[in-house]
């Protein structure tokens, strides 16, 4: 298993536990606020981002890493003899898959696989796992990210679409845009960007509907789960304990949102992502 790093991006929001019990080394974009530059997850916490989000008028913009970052981890990972996955937040988002495309060129693309997750947070984490969980060989791991990808579920609600329309990642979203106030829509993602489930009037309703569509599409299978929040630890452990009445839960992931992702999708956002459970 120590033959192959398992390396991802700060965008896939893994608990920072399951990074270490794996192994995995996630590399952080970057998030600006005006002139302050910090770090995700390094000198910027999910916390203290929301905080700033909600009590600041500058709204946050982010950056992907450097190419020569990833090359570094890359060469220390192939200097102990290993050979590298990398699985990045989708190319249709962030710049991101391609930087890591650049440095797997520039120490030997024989050496290094890069994937395009065509999701985020979880949807990403997810598959970060199976491939971590699955890694006796560099192929078997890519294999089981290409599974969870392929059987990957995501749903996710908002509190209001500003953040994506004012960041550019409103995808086939964009035709809410100018619609009443009162209307929630259950979102997910669709060819690595974002798209429209159902339209749902009110909050309560669309938190509702977006369990029996979960339920609806698990049925009687047995899952791994994640339930992620920005700055909505309450309503994220209300929903999770939901999900596990309604289902066959194995692996129950909870945690943040972090940073670069709720730059984008905005204070009180709700993910629920899963995939079938390995045997």
């Not at 992907?64 to 890359?74: E, H, S």
């Not at 024989?110 to 997750?117: C, G, I, L, N, W």
Request: hydrophobic content about 40%; overall charge negative; proline content about 3%.
């Amino acid at each position: 298993m120590d033959n192959i790093q398992i390396v991802t991006d700060s965008t896939s929001d893994l608990p920072r536990e399951v990074a270490e019990e794996y192994g995995i080394r996630v590399v952080p974009l970057a998030v600006n606020f005006g002139d302050e530059q910090y770090t995700d997850g390094v000198d910027l916490a999910a916390v203290e981002f929301y905080e700033k989000l909600r009590s600041g008028s500058t709204m946050p913009r982010t950056s992907q890493p450097a190419p020569g970052q990833f090359a570094d981890v890359y060469r220390a990972a192939i200097e102990q003899g290993r050979k590298v996955l990398s699985i990045h937040i989708s190319s249709k988002l962030s710049g991101t898959y391609q930087a890591a495309s650049l440095a797997a060129e520039m120490v030997g693309k024989e050496h290094v696989k890069v994937v395009d997750s065509l999701s985020v947070s979880m949807g990403l984490g997810l598959q970060v796992i199976a491939a971590a969980r699955r890694n006796s060989s560099l192929e078997e791991a890519y294999q089981a990210a290409m599974v969870a990808k392929e059987n990957l579920g995501l749903l996710f609600l908002v509190d209001t679409l500003e953040y994506m329309e004012k960041n550019g990642r409103i995808g086939r979203a964009a035709s809410l845009l100018g619609s009443l106030l009162q209307i929630k829509p259950v979102l997910t993602f669709t060819d690595g960007t974002v798209d429209v489930v159902e339209k749902v009037r009110g909050g309560r309703r669309a938190r509702r509907r977006t369990l029996e569509i979960f339920q609806e599409r698990v049925g009687d299978d047995v899952v791994d789960v994640a339930v992620v929040h920005a700055g909505a630890q309450e309503q994220g452990q209300e929903l999770l304990d939901e999900v596990q009445e309604l289902v066959k839960c194995d692996k129950v992931y909870f945690g943040d949102i972090g940073p670069t992702m709720g730059a984008h999708s905005g204070p009180g956002t709700l993910g629920l992502i899963w995939r079938p459970a390995l045997a």
